[in-house]
Structures are given as C-alpha cells and as structure tokens.
C-alpha cells in the first residue's frame, strides 16, 4: 500500500493525496479531483490582439485602444496603445512595451506607458468569454481594466 502525500497551503488548505481535505462540525471530508499542492495550472492563452479598456473613474479618465500580445509559455511580450476621449493632459496618450507572465488565469504585466511612467497590470483570463478583467496601478495612479479578444 502506498502511503498517501499530505501537505498544507499558508491559506489554510490540506490536501491528502491530491483531494481537497475539509472539517465539517468535527468531520473530514475529502474532495477528490483537485489539485496536489503545489500543482502547476497552465497558463491561459493570451497570445493574439486585444481590445483594451483602462479606466481612472477618479479623474474621469478612460483610455480605449490596443494590445498585441507574443506568449512563449508563461512569458508574454508586446505592444499597446490607449487614448482617452478629448485626449486632456490629465488623461495623456498611453503607447509602450508590453512585457510580463501568465500563471493559470492570472495575468500580470508592465505597460511602459510613456507619460505616466510603467503601469503594472494584473487580470483574470476568461477564455471561454475571451476576456480579462483587472487593476491596474502606476505610482498613486490606479483603476480598472478590461480586455476583450479581438477575432
């Protein structure tokens, strides 16, 4: 008989041979078919041209534009551009470098944005609805995001 593998997450998860172990009122239950700890997710695919919306609601900034996206397994690499309606000083023209990693359906990358300097960008991968769905933060500068691919 082969012993099973137990091991803990620091969010409070156990998992015994690759089933989710749960107490309920004192009893164990396990959860078959999730992931070992420590199990690597593959990364979503994000390579391919996106529709971009960046919104700053506080100062009544909202970018739309581009980003083309090259992913060689978890890196991805390219380029965008946003601009806001009426295109004030306060909501300058965003173009730069895209560069950063896909983790499952995270997503995270730096903008090099010009202006208003790398704007760090993290997101969720919906593949089924072609999407991802985030925040975005560049110094005290932040907002949301939003991205919908391009056929």
Same mark, same amino acid.
């Given at each position: 008989?082969?012993?099973?593998?137990?091991? $803990?997450?620091?969010? %409070? @998860?156990? #998992?015994?041979?690759?089933? =989710?172990?749960?107490? !309920?009122? +004192?009893?164990?239950?396990?959860?078959?078919?999730?992931?070992?700890?420590?199990?690597?997710?593959?990364?979503?695919?994000?390579?391919?041209?996106?529709?971009?919306?960046?919104?700053?609601?506080?100062?009544?900034?909202?970018?739309?534009?581009?980003?083309?996206?090259?992913?060689?397994?978890?890196?991805?690499?390219?380029?965008?551009? $946003?601009?806001?309606? %009426? @295109?004030? #000083?306060?909501?300058?023209? =965003?173009?730069?470098? !895209?560069? +950063?990693?896909?983790?499952?359906?995270?997503?995270?990358?730096?903008?090099?944005?010009?202006?208003?300097?790398?704007?760090?960008?993290?997101?969720?991968?919906?593949?089924?609805?072609?999407?991802?769905?985030?925040?975005?933060?560049?110094?005290?500068?932040?907002?949301?995001?939003?991205?919908?691919?391009?056929?």
């Amino acid at each position: 008989m082969t012993p099973l593998k137990c091991s $803990a997450s620091g969010r %409070g @998860r156990l #998992t015994v041979g690759g089933a =989710l172990l749960i107490l !309920v009122f +004192g009893h164990a239950l396990l959860l078959p078919g999730t992931r070992p700890a420590g199990a690597q997710e593959e990364p979503a695919f994000v390579e391919g041209s996106w529709a971009v919306v960046i919104d700053r609601a506080r100062r009544g900034c909202v970018w739309r534009g581009r980003i083309r996206l090259v992913q060689r397994g978890t890196r991805v690499v390219g380029s965008g551009w $946003a601009h806001s309606k %009426g @295109r004030s #000083t306060r909501c300058p023209e =965003l173009r730069g470098k !895209v560069e +950063g990693t896909v983790s499952g359906p995270l997503v995270r990358f730096g903008f090099a944005t010009g202006r208003i300097g790398t704007a760090r960008f993290e997101g969720f991968v919906n593949a089924e609805k072609g999407t991802i769905r985030g925040d975005w933060a560049s110094g005290r500068r932040s907002g949301n995001w939003s991205a919908k691919r391009e056929r």
